[in-house]
């Protein structure tokens, strides 16, 4: 088991910036995949941006130029920094892991971090 935990979110006002955390612990593989997805009232989980214990990194288009993930391996910690910020991504943040223990494929989330863009 994975367990993951989000920090970070919070209450910004447009054109702010905010930087969310999200720890991994538990029987991480040392190649795997995190990232977040969003989910906003009325409407689908979606994805926010990934990268790979490599470090390949994928954006959705709507949040390309303004967000940036990162990691640190070595402790196990995903980040998501994001600028620019827009009332429309208003959202709860879910920070996810997926590995592949032998052909078993694995998926976890974190329970969400609120953000919420507003004047």
């Known amino acids: 088991q994975v367990q993951l935990v989000e920090s970070g979110g919070g209450l910004v006002q447009p054109g702010g910036s905010l930087k969310l955390s999200c720890v991994a612990s538990g029987s991480i593989l040392s190649r795997n995949v995190m990232g977040w997805y969003r989910q906003a009232p009325g409407k689908e989980r979606e994805l926010v941006a990934t990268?790979?214990?490599?470090?390949?990194?994928n954006y959705a288009d709507s949040v390309k130029g303004r967000f940036t993930i990162s990691r640190d391996n070595a402790k196990n910690t995903v980040y998501l920094q994001m600028n620019s910020l827009k009332p429309e991504d208003t959202a709860v943040y879910f920070c996810n892991l997926r590995q592949i223990r032998l052909t078993t494929p694995e998926t976890y989330w974190g329970q969400g971090t609120q953000v919420t863009v507003s004047s």
């Open positions: 990268i790979s214990s490599g470090g390949s990194t």
